[in-house]
Every structure is written in C-alpha cells, then in structure tokens.
C-alpha cells in the first residue's frame, strides 16, 4: 500500500511541477542576478559531460569563463563535446578528463592525477549516471552497474577529490562545494543500505535501483556535509526535473513518449546545476536538497521513507570498505 500511496503522491507531484510547464510556473521567482556572476578563477569539474544538462551544464559554466574539466566515459565524444563547447562558449579553458564513473581504478586514476597537477576543485558537478535494465550488467569491479555508477562511484570520487576541493576552499575564490545530480524519483524509495546491488528481488527492475540509487546520493551528500563541515566545501543534492535528455529517451522510451512535449529543455533542466555553482556559499544549506533553485523536503507525506542516521552511517561504512577508503570508514559513526 504504501508503494501505492508513493507513486500517487510522485505522479500528481511530477505532472504538477516536474515538467516544462513546472519550470515556466516555478521560474516566474527566480532572481536571475546569481546567473550573472562571472566565474573567472574557478575550476569546474563535470562529469557525464558529453551530452544531456552535463553538458548543457558544462556549457553555462564555460560561458561563465570557468576553467572546465569535462569528465566523460567515451574519449572520442568527450572530445566532440569539448571543441563544441570552446566554440559555442568562446572559452578555451576547457579540458577533457576521461574516466569511467563505474570504474574505481579510472576514478583513482584520475584523482590521482588532479593531484599530481596541484589543480583545486572548486565545483564538482556528480552528474554522470545510468538506468540499465540488464540485471546481468556488471562494471569492471564486478558490481551491479548501475549501483556502480550512480552510488559507488560517485561517492568514490567525491570522497578522492577532496584534496582538490580542500585546496579551492583555501584558494583566493574561497569556495567550494560538490552538487549531487539525483532525481526526483527517489521520493519513491527510503534508504536502502542492506541490498545494494539489488540481488535479493527475483526480478531486477532498473526503474527502482535508480530511486534507490538516487535516494543514497542524497544520504551521502547529508554524509559528507556533516563529516567536513569545518573543511569549507559545501555539500548538496538536486533533483532536475523531468528533462528530455537521450538517457531518458533510451532508458524510458514509453515515459518519454507519453511525456512528448511536456519534458523539460536542457537549459531548463540544467539550470538549478548551474545556480548552485554560481549561488553564495553562505546562502547553500548543508545537504540540503534543491529543486528549481529552492530547498526541497526529501520525503513524501506518510510515504515512510525516512531514515535514521545510523542508517546512514552503516551506507558510508559500506561504500568505504568497497570503494577501498578504509581511512574514511573510521568516521561512517562521527
């Protein structure tokens, strides 16, 4: 019943102000004043920034004259978006980081190397992310993929970047903070710590592991915001609205059909990713979770969704151990 309850309350919710017309209404209160700031000395880091409100993200932030660092999986297309995006933005400190989110050893690689290079991180934008209806799909870990990408790995590099968002916070710009892309459809699914790869269903539905996976998103960005809160890097999650990116066509063709003419732009989904990397620091809750520019509840009315924070200490506790972050798992109870 109260799977039910949910999707009602998640329905009438989304076709009320997920959608286009959801935008156009909520937008009506938007100060625009934030979207004029220059970001001229900030280092950007965007990943899934190929195509979709990444790299719709990635656009706005360049525009801005943002030095950018592109994380995509594909070289070849994070190449295409890269000179795309010089061209269109007329900014030619954009670079491209190739780095498979699914991957741990891509992921340290690439910390690795934001390190060795000194470079500050002063806005990561954990974009990238999947919904694969093939129960069987495993990433180069051996962990189911979606969970790999959307939890495990974006907790992964956040928690190896933060060398680099400590060094922006120090910087002369002197803020930093991280932006969790999650989804509205985690309103859906409570905290789900014991079955993460999703094994014990007989059938494996993409649909919920993505909720799920986007629900832990929002307990990790709550996670690290407590953990460094003396460190200057703020912590946030979003939720973009229902946008009519190629992820959804492909993951949800019947939504995105039924949904023809209703989903959001890019430039519509995209632009709370953009406001939160561009708002003043000390206006920001501590994960908090945002939707068009404005701090959201994260759980239905009686949906009995909410968790308690032990419980998210023991989902920090288990990322640690498989991300190999033994060091940070001493603090899963701080």
Known sequence: ???????????????????????????????????????KGYVCFVTGANQGIGYQASLELAKRNATLYMVCRSRARGEEAVAKIKELSGNQDVFLKVCDISSLEQIRSLASEVDGENVPCHVLVN????????????????????????????????????NALKRAAKSTVGSARVVMVSSGGMYTEGLEVDDLQMEKPKRFDAVVQYARDK????????????????????????????????????????????????????EEGSDTIVWLALEDPCNLTPGGFYFDRKLQKKHLFWAGTSYRSSD????????????????LEGQSSA
């Open 1 to 39: 019943m109260l799977g039910i309850w949910r999707a009602a309350q998640f329905g009438i919710m989304g076709l009320k102000h997920f959608t286009k017309d959801g935008y156009k209404f909520n937008s009506k209160k938007f100060d625009n004043s934030t979207l004029e700031r220059d970001l």
């Open 127 to 162: 974009n990238a992310g999947c919904m694969r209806h093939n129960a069987l799909g495993k990433s180069a870990d051996g962990y189911e993929v979606n969970f790999a990408t959307n939890t495990l790995g974006t907790f992964a590099l956040t928690a190896l970047l933060m």
């Open 215 to 266: 629900r832990r998103q929002v307990a990790v960005a709550e996670k690290f915001s407590k953990l460094f809160t003396d460190s200057g890097v703020k912590f946030v999650s979003m939720h973009p609205g229902w946008t009519g990116t190629e992820g959804v066509k492909e993951a949800l063709p019947g939504f995105s059909k039924q949904m023809s003419g209703k989903l959001r732009s890019l």
């Open 312 to 327: 998210v200490d023991r989902l920090w506790s288990r990322l640690c151990h498989m991300a190999g972050l033994q060091e």
